[in-house]
């Protein structure tokens, strides 16, 4: 609590107003109250006191110069990828790409800086993808086979029409906090978070405002109602994580998705790719017709998400999929 009244005395004091979207001049102090002045002045007193109580049972460990700059520089580190080139956003190092894909040709999944541990997202590290996948398989300049997985905004070139759009794709279908893009303009790759990603409020175009604070919100308990206790950022679903994000997952240790065989919730790990892929979801709010099968009008084959083991096969007792 100590800590925090100091911070608070910083920011207050330094009554400046500095957008939190537009990275802040670097300001002159290097402790670490200036740190968080510079990162955070633009955000309201009140929203102070909330972040302070989510950051005391924060999720993210270690210090704050582990994650976050104060000069963009990177300290004779390589912290960024594919050329990207700071400043970013509330003074990260390397934005999302560059700090989840520290070492495209290293064998570290995870990496360890402190006392914190940064799941990995473009590594070559054999049998060691995670849950969020390895775009190393279509990464430009890693002879990139552009089927093998999405084509995200600084990790590899967007593909050609009519793949620049989601295959499936339907105007305005309910998201959380209202309603996706009624269009999605060819020009619009797809991104890490925001409207145009798979990450965070998709209400917000900005991929940072996307997850903003959801680093730092404790995420014990997952029940969708924000960003950061939404399983993995992906906003209002549900589920259960692996602490090592599928690492050496076992039978009785893994990730779990929630499902609905009725498909009729929007927490489910199928509503969330049918937030883009509308067609190929059957849920009233999205339009597709049948939970397997040819997905609508492509050479896809739909693989069951929202299947309830406890109807088949005696409920797979005694398996890692009874219920
Ligand atoms: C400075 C480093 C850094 C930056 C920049 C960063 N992240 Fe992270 N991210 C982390 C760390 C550390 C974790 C692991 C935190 C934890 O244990 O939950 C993490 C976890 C995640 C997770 C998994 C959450 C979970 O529940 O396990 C997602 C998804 C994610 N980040 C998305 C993003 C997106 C999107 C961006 C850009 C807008 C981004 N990150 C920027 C460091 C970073
Ligand atoms: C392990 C990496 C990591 C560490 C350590 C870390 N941060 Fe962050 N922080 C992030 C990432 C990534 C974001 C941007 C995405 C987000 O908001 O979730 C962020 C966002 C923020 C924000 C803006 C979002 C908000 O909640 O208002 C503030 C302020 C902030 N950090 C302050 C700090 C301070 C102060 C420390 C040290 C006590 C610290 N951070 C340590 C990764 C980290
Ligand atoms: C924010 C929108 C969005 C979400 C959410 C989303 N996708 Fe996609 N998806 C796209 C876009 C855009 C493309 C076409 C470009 C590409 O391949 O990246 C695509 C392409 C694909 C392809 C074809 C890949 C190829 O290049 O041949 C598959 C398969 C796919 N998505 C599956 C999924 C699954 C499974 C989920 C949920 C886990 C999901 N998508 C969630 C936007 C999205």
Redesign the pocket.
């Known amino acids: 609590m100590k800590k925090l009244s100091i911070l608070f005395a910083t920011n207050k004091k330094r009554n400046r107003h500095v957008s939190l979207l537009t990275p802040p001049p670097l300001p002159p102090v290097s402790s670490m109250g200036g740190i968080f002045f510079s990162i955070f002045s633009a955000a309201v007193f009140a929203f102070s006191l909330f972040f302070f109580a989510a950051q005391s049972e924060a999720?993210?460990?270690?210090k704050c110069k582990?994650?976050?700059t104060m000069h963009n520089s990177y300290e004779g580190k390589e912290m960024t990828y594919g050329n990207q080139t700071g400043p970013?956003?509330v003074l990260?190092?390397?934005?999302?790409?560059?700090?989840?894909g520290q070492n495209p040709d290293g064998s570290e999944n995870i990496i360890t800086?402190g006392k914190?541990?940064?799941?990995q997202i473009i590594h070559r590290l054999d049998k060691g993808d995670l849950a969020?996948g390895n775009y190393s398989y279509v990464a430009d300049g890693y002879s990139p086979d552009y089927t093998k997985g999405h084509n995200v905004k600084g990790i590899s070139m967007q593909e050609k029409p009519p793949m620049d759009q989601p295959p499936g794709f339907l105007a305005g279908v309910m998201i959380p906090e209202g309603e996706g893009p009624a269009y999605w303009p060819g020009q619009n790759q797809l991104d890490?978070?925001?409207t145009w990603?798979c990450?965070?409020n998709r209400k917000e175009e900005n991929?940072?405002k996307?997850?903003h604070g959801?680093?730092h919100t404790d995420?014990r308990a997952l029940d969708g109602t924000t960003v950061g206790k939404s399983?993995?950022?992906?906003y209002g679903i549900t589920g259960t994580?692996h602490k090592d994000?599928e690492y050496l997952a076992a039978p009785d240790n893994h990730n779990g998705y929630k499902g609905d065989p009725g498909h009729a919730s929007m927490n489910t790990i199928s509503y969330l790719c049918g937030e883009c892929h509308a067609r190929f979801h059957p849920n009233a709010n999205l339009g597709g017709s049948e939970e397997v099968g040819h997905a609508y009008n492509s050479a896809w084959r739909k693989h069951p998400a929202d299947i309830a083991f406890s109807t088949v096969r005696g409920g797979y007792a005694g398996s890692e999929y009874q219920e």
């Open positions: 999720r993210v460990k270690g582990d994650c976050h970013f956003l990260t190092k390397g934005g999302c790409i560059g700090c989840h800086l914190t541990t940064i799941p969020g890490c978070s925001g990603g990450h965070g991929s940072y996307a997850v959801a680093h995420d399983y993995r950022f992906l994580e994000w």
